[in-house]
C-alpha cells in the first residue's frame, strides 16, 4: 500500500522524516510530492495511493476521480475546507483532520500579529500595550482556549463568543463567555477570528460588527479569508482610520487594501499560523498515525465525512 503526502506548502524536514518512520514502519511505501506547481503533478501521483496526507491542499471531485484506490485523507491540520467532503463520500473515502496538533503555532501567530499591529507595525512611533486591554476571541476551539491561555499571560481581560461550545467550558477556562455578536465586536479592542469557513461563517464579518469595535481596534484573522466581507472591510477601514487589520491570510483586495490602507494592515504571504517545526512534527505525525490506523485496523475516529 502507498501513502502519498502531497504538501503545496512543505512540512519542516524532521516532520517528514517522523511521518516516513510512522509509515514505513506500519510496512507501506511513501510517496512525497512537495511545492508542487500544478494539479497535474497532484492528479498523476495520486493514481496509485491507498493514503492520502495534505494541508490546505485542494481535494476535489477531480483529484477524487485520479485516485482510484484511494481509501483515506487525512488533512494534517483543523481547517478542512479544502476537501470536498460530499465527494469524498461518494468516492467512498474517508476524510480526517488532526483537531488541536497545531492549535498552539496558531494562536502564538496571534500575539505576533497583535503586538505588530499595537506597535503600528514597528514603524518607529509610540505604540501601545497589549496589558489590560480587552480581548475577544470568536469561536472557542483549540486555537481560541489557546489564545485565551496566553492572552491571559500577557495580562488581558478574555472573553468568548462561540454557540457550539457550552459557557461552562468557556467559565473553566478563566475567559467570559459572550453570546451576542455585536457586543463582543463592541467591547473588544482586540478580536481574534477562529471560525472555521463553512456556509454559515462565509462572508461573515465586515461592515457592521467591524465599525462596532472600540477606538484603535485591531481585527486579527488567523482563520480563513472567506469569513470576510471584503468590501465591508475595507469600507470599515475607509470610515474608521483608527482601524487595523492583521491577517494570516492574503486577502483576495490585499493590493488594493495595502495600498488605501498602509501601515494599518499586514498579510502573511503565505499562511504561516501552522508553520514550525513543533506543529509540522505533531500533526503530520498524527495524521500519518491515523492513516495507518484506518489503513490497518480500519479506525476512523476522526472521520469528518458522514
Ligand atoms: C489549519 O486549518 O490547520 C491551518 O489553517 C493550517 O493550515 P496549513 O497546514 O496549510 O498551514
Do not use: W
Not at 184 to 195: A, E, F, G, P, T
Not at 280 to 296: D, E, K, S, W
Amino acid at each position: 500500500m502507498k501513502v502519498l503526502v502531497a504538501t503545496e506548502k512543505p512540512f519542516a524536514a524532521v516532520a517528514v522524516d517522523g511521518i516516513r518512520e510512522v509509515i514505513e514502519g506500519a510496512g507501506y511505501e511513501l510517496e512525497l510530492l512537495e511545492k508542487y506547481s500544478s494539479k497535474a503533478d497532484l492528479l498523476a501521483a495520486v493514481a496509485d495511493a491507498d493514503g492520502l496526507i495534505i494541508r490546505s491542499d485542494v481535494v476535489d471531485k477531480e483529484v477524487l476521480d485520479a485516485a482510484k484506490q484511494l481509501k483515506i485523507v487525512v488533512r494534517a491540520g483543523a481547517g478542512y475546507d479544502n476537501v470536498d467532503l460530499k465527494e469524498a463520500t461518494a468516492h467512498n473515502v474517508v476524510v480526517e483532520n488532526t483537531p488541536g496538533q497545531n492549535s498552539n503555532a496558531v494562536a502564538e501567530l496571534v500575539f505576533g500579529m497583535a503586538v505588530m499591529a499595537a506597535r503600528n507595525m514597528y514603524n518607529g512611533t509610540s505604540g501601545t500595550e497589549l496589558k489590560d486591554k480587552a480581548i475577544g476571541i470568536h469561536a472557542f476551539g483549540q486555537v481560541g482556549r489557546n489564545v485565551a491561555r496566553i492572552a491571559k499571560g500577557f495580562g488581558m481581560e478574555v472573553s468568548a463568543l462561540d454557540p457550539y461550545c457550552p459557557d461552562e467550558v468557556i467559565v473553566e477556562a478563566g475567559v467570559k463567555p459572550v453570546h451576542d455578536l455585536k457586543q463582543l465586536y463592541r467591547d473588544n479592542k482586540i478580536v481574534s477570528l477562529h471560525i472555521p469557513a463553512t456556509d454559515e461563517t462565509r462572508r461573515s464579518v465586515g461592515y457592521d460588527l467591524v465599525t462596532l469595535m472600540p477606538k484603535n481596534g485591531i481585527l486579527v484573522n488567523t482563520a480563513r479569508k472567506e469569513v470576510i466581507d471584503e468590501p465591508g472591510l475595507i469600507k470599515a477601514l475607509e470610515e474608521r482610520p483608527d482601524l487595523k487589520y492583521v491577517a494570516d491570510i492574503k486577502p483576495d483586495a490585499a493590493d488594493e487594501m495595502s495600498e488605501k490602507f498602509a501601515g494599518r494592515v499586514f498579510f502573511t504571504p503565505k499562511k504561516m499560523g501552522a508553520q514550525t517545526a513543533e506543529a509540522n512534527i505533531n500533526a503530520g505525525i498524527a495524521a500519518a498515525r491515523q492513516t495507518v490506523a484506518y489503513l490497518r485496523d480500519g479506525i476512523d475516529k476522526f472521520k469528518v465525512n458522514k
